[in-house]
């Protein structure tokens, strides 16, 4: 993990904040220049929260057994994507390797942080093409110079647009495969039945896996999103983030969350419920011509014609989202999985654009 990393971050003396010099319980915390009083209404924002978020760590581990000493928590999993190329790629010089169609952000944080794309399309199927990669590696490997390297690979897993979610047996193989470092994403993991990379962590020094709160604990405003990783590599995300990363009234909410698993988990099955209902419903409309298989809370839509319907969708007042731009996703909508009233609004005016 060494050689993978900046220099400049493998040398990083680390901000240390009042709360990393003090943890306990104090009488009279004079250490942070912060003001005691209180104009909000609450008493838990005019102090810095705990920037390692351990409470929520903790419940991370009670409740979903991620391990709290190779856990870091994020502003969202988006600012740990965004960390993970500024620990690990050279501006102007590192390359990430992504597999389109995929989450679009990891393309505008490569560009942000100046890394060069290399794409190895999933297939039309939208399944992973070993094959492919295992050449485009093996080219790598080959032409590596001291000056540029591939030093990233992400993995959705279910994938950000298809839905679907990859067999963890070729998730291993890719891990096996590259010598840099292999991100998971599992945003949307929850809503799959497939097996957690995390239980990959043993065996790989260079996996890390992404989870957020945004999705199936429906806490998007609040984020909270998490990596898991080796204790080297969560060391490494500790010491450059920014030092109070998460809020406090972020931190208390994902507990509350957390403590809520079993009513979360009825909420899952509901989801679950109508992303079968909806799949059926969407299948026998006529402007619908095939519904993807979908591991997550939304489904890609291939349609007769996607900008036209996606316009007259946005005209009743319905938003979802275009894809036809992405790789092998010609004439597809990406549709968000609502509620059982959002899902029936969406179909009768789907039903109604065939008569329009
Ligand atoms: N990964 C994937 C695949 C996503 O689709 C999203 C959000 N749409 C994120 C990460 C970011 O999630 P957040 O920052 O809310 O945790």
Same mark, same amino acid.
């Given at each position: 993990?060494?050689?993978l990393?900046?220099?400049?971050?493998?040398?990083?003396?680390?901000?240390s904040?009042?709360?990393?010099?003090?943890?306990g319980?104090?009488?009279?915390?004079?250490d942070?220049?912060?003001?005691?009083?209180?104009?909000?209404?609450r008493e838990d924002v005019n102090?810095?929260?705990d920037?390692?978020?351990?409470?929520?760590r903790?419940?991370?581990?009670?409740?979903l057994?991620?391990?709290f000493d190779q856990?870091i928590?994020g502003?969202g999993?988006?600012?740990?994507i965004?960390n993970?190329?500024r620990?690990?790629?050279?501006?102007?010089?590192d390359?990430?390797l992504l597999m389109p169609p995929?989450?679009g952000?990891?393309?505008?944080?490569?560009?942000?942080?100046d890394?060069?794309?290399?794409t190895?399309p999933l297939?039309?199927h939208?399944?992973?093409?070993?094959?492919?990669?295992k050449?485009?590696?093996?080219?790598e490997k080959a032409s590596?110079?001291?000056e540029?390297?591939l030093?990233?690979l992400?993995?959705?897993s279910?994938?950000?647009?298809?839905?679907?979610?990859?067999p963890?047996?070729?998730?291993?193989?890719i891990?096996?495969?590259?010598d840099?470092?292999v991100v998971v994403?599992?945003?949307y993991f929850?809503?799959?039945s497939q097996?957690s990379a995390?239980?990959?962590?043993g065996?790989?020094?260079?996996?890390?896996v992404l989870?957020?709160? #945004?999705?199936?604990?429906? /806490?998007?405003?609040a984020?909270?999103? $998490?990596a898991?990783? %080796? &204790? !080297?590599?969560?060391?490494?995300?500790?010491s450059?983030?920014?030092p109070?990363n998460?809020?406090?009234p972020?931190?208390d909410?994902?507990?509350?969350?957390?403590k809520q698993?079993?009513?979360?988990?009825?909420g899952l099955?509901?989801?679950?419920e109508?992303?079968a209902?909806l799949r059926t419903?969407?299948?026998q409309?006529d402007?619908v011509?095939?519904?993807?298989?979908s591991?997550a809370n939304?489904?890609?839509?291939r349609?007769t014609d996607?900008? #036209?319907?996606?316009?007259? /969708?946005?005209?009743?007042?319905i938003? $979802?989202?275009n894809? %036809? &731009? !992405?790789?092998?996703?010609?004439?597809c909508?990406?549709?968000t999985i609502g509620s059982k009233?959002?899902n029936?609004?969406?179909?009768s005016?789907?039903k109604e654009?065939e008569h329009?």
């Amino acid at each position: 993990m060494r050689e993978l990393l900046r220099e400049n971050i493998a040398t990083l003396k680390p901000y240390s904040c009042a709360r990393n010099d003090f943890t306990g319980e104090a009488e009279v915390y004079l250490d942070a220049n912060e003001n005691w009083q209180e104009f909000v209404g609450r008493e838990d924002v005019n102090r810095y929260p705990d920037p390692l978020a351990a409470m929520v760590r903790k419940a991370l581990e009670e409740v979903l057994g991620l391990p709290f000493d190779q856990t870091i928590i994020g502003n969202g999993s988006d600012e740990l994507i965004d960390n993970l190329f500024r620990c690990f790629c050279r501006p102007g010089k590192d390359s990430v390797l992504l597999m389109p169609p995929t989450y679009g952000a990891y393309r505008v944080f490569a560009d942000i942080n100046d890394v060069i794309v290399k794409t190895v399309p999933l297939t039309p199927h939208f399944q992973l093409d070993l094959p492919a990669l295992k050449r485009c590696l093996a080219e790598e490997k080959a032409s590596r110079t001291n000056e540029a390297r591939l030093k990233l690979l992400f993995i959705c897993s279910p994938n950000n647009p298809s839905g679907n979610a990859f067999p963890l047996d070729e998730v291993r193989t890719i891990c096996s495969l590259f010598d840099g470092i292999v991100v998971v994403d599992e945003a949307y993991f929850d809503f799959s039945s497939q097996a957690s990379a995390v239980s990959l962590l043993g065996e790989f020094e260079n996996l890390v896996v992404l989870r957020t709160l #945004s999705k199936c604990w429906a /806490l998007a405003s609040a984020r909270v999103g $998490v990596a898991i990783a %080796s &204790k !080297e590599i969560i060391a490494v995300l500790r010491s450059m983030k920014y030092p109070y990363n998460v809020g406090g009234p972020s931190q208390d909410i994902a507990l509350k969350a957390l403590k809520q698993a079993q009513r979360v988990k009825q909420g899952l099955a509901l989801i679950k419920e109508e992303r079968a209902r909806l799949r059926t419903e969407l299948a026998q409309v006529d402007c619908v011509v095939q519904v993807f298989d979908s591991d997550a809370n939304f489904f890609l839509v291939r349609v007769t014609d996607a900008p #036209s319907i996606y316009h007259y /969708l946005l005209g009743k007042g319905i938003i $979802v989202r275009n894809r %036809s &731009k !992405e790789m092998h996703c010609e004439n597809c909508l990406r549709i968000t999985i609502g509620s059982k009233q959002e899902n029936d609004v969406l179909l009768s005016a789907l039903k109604e654009y065939e008569h329009a």
